[in-house]
C-alpha cells in the first residue's frame, strides 16, 4: 500500500489520542473501532468505579484478547464446504448403486 493510499486521522481511547494512518476503505471500521474500545472501557469504569482508567483500558484488552483466542462455536466455512462435498459424494454414490 502506498503512502499516497492512506488517510491520516486521530482516533481518541479513554481520553487519549493517537493519530493513525489507514486506508480509505478502512476509516469506518477504525472509527467504529473507536467507539466500541469507548463504551467498553466506559462499561468497565462504570461497573469497578473504584478502579482508574487505565484498570479499564486494560481490563478491556484482556476481553478482546480472550474473545480472539477462545475456540468459535461456529463451522468454518472451509469445514461446511468439505462436509457439503461429502454428502453430495455420498448421495451420487448412493444414486449410482
Do not use: C, W
Not at 482508567?53 to 483466542?69: E, G, N
Amino acid at each position: 500500500m502506498l503512502e499516497n493510499d492512506l488517510k491520516s486521522i486521530t482516533v481518541t481511547i479513554a481520553g487519549r489520542k493517537f493519530p493513525l494512518k489507514v486506508a480509505l476503505n478502512e476509516e469506518a471500521l477504525v472509527l467504529e473501532m473507536e467507539q466500541e474500545l469507548n463504551d467498553k472501557v466506559s462499561e468497565y469504569q462504570q461497573t469497578y468505579s473504584s478502579r482508574d482508567k487505565l484498570d479499564a483500558v486494560i481490563m478491556t484488552l484482556i476481553t478482546y484478547t480472550f474473545d480472539q483466542k477462545k475456540p468459535s462455536d461456529n463451522i468454518s466455512l472451509d469445514a461446511a464446504l468439505d462436509k457439503i462435498q461429502s454428502i453430495k459424494n455420498m448421495l451420487h454414490e448412493i444414486i449410482n448403486d
